[in-house]
């Protein structure tokens, strides 16, 4: 079964490095964890145990028990945040992190858990997630 499970973290990780660029899967898995840790305090309830369940584990946990956020943020502020939490990220590079991982996990979401996701979100949230919603 372990081995199912890293095969699972490393195919999460190989999108995200993929997606962004990355030079290594160290600066994926760091980008996951700050987007995740800060997505997590976005949702709750079902929705967030949800996709918890289609993540691989370790990325289950940190959404599970997410960076505390005292407010919902509008998308430019969750680049900013994520940004602030990555060394030596911009908002340019934060934005290109937002949406490795945030499309990654819209793959292992499906798209009617995403829609549920989005409308725990403020507007704006789709196109992080590189899915543009029709207004």
């Given at each position: ?49 949800r ?28 680049v ?56």
């Amino acid at each position: 079964m372990a081995d199912e499970m890293t095969l699972r973290r490393e195919a999460f990780l190989d999108h995200v490095k993929e997606r962004g660029e990355y030079g290594t899967a160290e600066e994926a898995e760091r980008a996951a964890r700050v987007v995740l840790a800060l997505l997590g305090a976005h949702l709750v309830g079902e929705v967030r145990a949800r996709l918890a369940a289609r993540l691989p584990e370790e990325f289950a946990l940190i959404l599970l028990n997410p960076l505390q956020s005292a407010e919902p943020l509008a998308p430019e502020r969750f680049v900013r945040a994520t940004a602030a939490w990555i060394e030596g990220a911009t908002e340019q590079t934060a934005t290109w992190d937002v949406g490795a991982v945030l499309s990654t996990a819209a793959d292992a979401a499906g798209d009617d858990l995403l829609e549920q996701i989005l409308f725990q979100l403020p507007a704006g949230y789709d196109l992080l997630f590189g899915r543009p919603q029709p207004i």
